[in-house]
Antibody, heavy 119, light 108 residues
Framework: EVQLVEAGGGLVRPGGSLRLSCAASGFLFSTYNMNWVRQAPGKGLEWISYIRSGSIGISYADSVKGRFTISRDNAKNSLYLQMNSLRDEDTAVYYC????????????WGQGTTVTVSS | EIVLTQSPGTLSLSPGDSATLSCRASQSVISSYLAWYQHKPGQAPRLLIYSTSSRATATPDRFSGSGSGTDFTLTISRLEPEDVAVYYCQHYGSSLFTFGPGTKVDIK
């Protein structure tokens, strides 16, 4: 079964750091581009970061640029998001999502992990 | 940067009705780059439609997509209680995935 499972969410104080992970299974992870998407409480979906299959291409939304770092370990079938200098507005459910190899959309999503930034 | 707007914000219909959800882009987009997702509370978002009108795996044929240029539509025919969700259109471009604000579909 194709699956993505996020972990690492939790409660963190403003200015703190957190590292999210996304474990992939059921497909050849190393050949897929991957993304992080979040949803703040009461808000819509917001794409925040992208990494190509070979880690050569990386992109960030302006809202997290300079504070978040995306990475992957293809040997471990895992995607990561290092989040530093966290703000209240980073409170959200964070999803990892696989980009389809045949069309321009995210065809597999994880269930999400919740990050709460609060003092 | 392309901005997507969706209307209406909320749609409240009866079972069996047809729902028409609109997505408008701030500039003309390539049809291959427009997709629709369904998102239910507490669940992962689910890809419904890609390339404007192609159904993703397991998408019921009650869901159909259409449009071109700047105007795109998701139609849900024969609305069922399980269709209660927020529906997002998405564009793939230089800013990677850009999502619209969503349309919430409720059942009366």
């Amino acid at each position: 079964e194709v699956q993505l499972v996020e972990a690492g969410g939790g409660l963190v104080r403003p200015g703190g750091s957190l590292r999210l992970s996304c474990a992939a299974s059921g497909f050849l992870f190393s050949t897929y581009n991957m993304n992080w998407v979040r949803q703040a409480p009461g808000k819509g979906l917001e794409w925040i970061s992208y990494i190509r299959s070979g880690s050569i291409g990386i992109s960030y939304a302006d809202s997290v640029k300079g504070r978040f770092t995306i990475s992957r370990d293809n040997a471990k079938n895992s995607l990561y998001l290092q989040m530093n200098s966290l703000r209240d507005e980073d409170t959200a459910v964070y999803y990892c999502a696989r980009e389809s190899q045949t069309f321009y959309a995210a065809d597999v999503w994880g269930q999400g992990t919740t990050v709460t930034v609060s003092s | 940067e392309i901005v997507l707007t969706q209307s209406p914000g909320t749609l409240s219909l009866s079972p069996g009705d047809s729902a028409t959800l609109s997505c408008r882009a701030s500039q003309s987009v390539i049809s291959s780059y427009l997709a629709w997702y369904q998102h239910k509370p507490g669940q992962a978002p689910r890809l419904l439609i890609y390339s404007t009108s192609s159904r993703a795996t397991a998408t019921p044929d009650r869901f159909s997509g259409s449009g071109s240029g700047t105007d795109f539509t998701l139609t849900i025919s024969r609305l069922e209680p399980e269709d209660v969700a927020v529906y997002y259109c998405q564009h793939y471009g230089s800013s990677l995935f850009t999502f619209g604000p969503g349309t919430k579909v409720d059942i009366k």
